[in-house]
């Protein structure tokens, strides 16, 4: 029997799966969304067929309906040989893939005060598939783990100190997966071994975030104790003053609202009043729709000043890297960002980042440019199936 890895990535009201064969190779992919919204839809993307489910599923519904599908189509013989599992909160507990057993369970349970729209939806994925396949090793690999290397300067807010001691408010960063495949990706690319890369990778999707990456290890990135903190994104809001906070109470906003209006009506979304989708953004701007062209103005300004202040955690830049739906598809983007940077010696060729402009994967710098800029895409699911290989085979 052929050995296949199943991956599993719960979101709030989505479900991604993809199967893996032994040499990494994608299988398989499906997507569940709309889950526990009365119009919930599955599709398995590499046999492009829907699968059936009730308009009220649950995640554990869309599992098991999706896998079933995948063990009748063959995708999944008797049983994954792994399966691995995202889980976007580690806490300080978790520095890297871990074997799931009750014990890891109980600690992602307790770190799910840190992230309460994202863990418990993990664990319920952990749960349902471990009850399908509970012969197999199943492992956990947490969004925040690259990033336990943060230095204290790095981690630390200005505040009371006694918050993080207690009650572990600390920047913890996010999108790990993403920019450790950033790294090793870049560093083939650049001839180097990923121990003695330096880079910038902006993780620009729905959710965005950039980290700085010294030597192989991250050590700076733009998302804190929740993944809020930072860049423009699609809805949220990336960096605000916290003064926000009184200031909206005085408007008769409270906090509930305000959480609401910050991770779902902020943003690209917010700023353009139309949508949270850049690529509709930019045809919007084309067309000379104002509010658009703010909202992309901000957008491309703001990862500007942030790549700017993680210049100051490296002493050496191997690359700066673009990916992430916006990142590897918007020359637009690239452009308006780094044309902010001209004093750090970071240039882009017009032609190669035009050229580079749809699904693509190369460098896109001058040759005078100071730094090499790539674009690489990124696949986090296979990241995932990487890490539930290494882990599991680390067990037998
Ligand atoms: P997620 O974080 O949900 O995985 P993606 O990485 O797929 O999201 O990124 C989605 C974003 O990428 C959307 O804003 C989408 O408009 C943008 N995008 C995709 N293709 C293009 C394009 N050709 N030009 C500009 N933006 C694009």
């Not at 700085?212 to 700076?220: H, M, N, T």
Request: hydrophobic share 40%.
């Amino acid at each position: 029997m052929e050995d296949t890895i199943l991956v599993v990535n719960c979101g709030s009201s989505t479900l991604k799966l993809a199967v893996f064969d032994g040499a990494f190779r994608v299988r398989a992919s499906g997507l569940a969304e709309r889950l526990h919204q009365g119009d919930a839809v599955a599709h398995l993307r590499h046999h492009d067929q829907p699968v059936k489910l009730p308009p009220d599923a649950s995640h554990r519904e869309a599992l098991e309906a999706m896998i079933h599908a995948l063990v009748d189509l063959d995708v999944i013989q008797g049983t994954p040989s792994a399966v691995g599992h995202r889980v976007v909160h580690g806490g300080e507990t978790f520095h890297d893939a871990v074997l799931i057993d009750e014990a890891v369970i109980e600690a992602i349970e307790d770190c799910a005060s840190l992230a309460p729209l994202h863990n418990p939806v993990n664990l319920s994925g952990i749960r349902a598939t471990r009850a399908l396949f509970p012969s197999v090793p199943h492992i956990a690999v947490f969004d925040t783990a690259f990033h336990q290397t943060l230095p204290r300067k790095a981690y630390l807010y200005a505040l009371p100190y006694d918050y993080y001691r207690q009650w572990g408010v600390r920047r913890y960063g996010f999108h790990g997966t993403s920019h450790q495949f950033m790294l090793t990706e870049s560093a083939q690319r650049l001839g180097k071994t990923p121990a003695t890369t330096s880079i910038i990778s902006a993780h620009l999707g729905n959710g965005c975030s950039i980290a700085a990456i010294r030597d192989g290890i991250s050590v700076d990135t733009s998302m804190g104790l929740t993944p809020l903190e930072g860049l423009v994104m699609g809805s949220r809001s990336g960096d605000i003053d916290p003064g926000l906070f009184d200031f909206l109470k005085t408007k008769g906003i409270d906090q509930d609202q305000l959480h609401h209006v910050l991770n779902h009506k902020s943003g690209l979304l917010g700023l353009s009043g139309q949508t949270n989708d850049m690529r509709t953004l930019c045809e919007l701007a084309d067309h000379g729709h104002e509010p658009s062209l703010v909202a992309v103005e901000v957008f491309c300004y703001r990862l500007a000043r942030y790549i700017g202040a993680m210049m100051a955690s490296l002493d050496r830049l191997d690359g700066l890297v673009f990916t992430g739906g916006i990142g590897e598809n918007s020359a637009r983007v690239r452009k308006q960002t780094l044309d902010h940077l001209r004093l750090s010696g970071l240039c882009l060729n017009a032609e190669l980042n035009q050229e580079h402009g749809q699904n693509s994967d190369g460098y896109i710098n001058d040759a005078d440019s100071r730094f090499p800029v790539l674009v690489v895409p990124t696949n986090e699911e296979l990241v995932i199936a990487r890490e539930s290989q290494r882990i599991a085979a680390s067990q037998e």
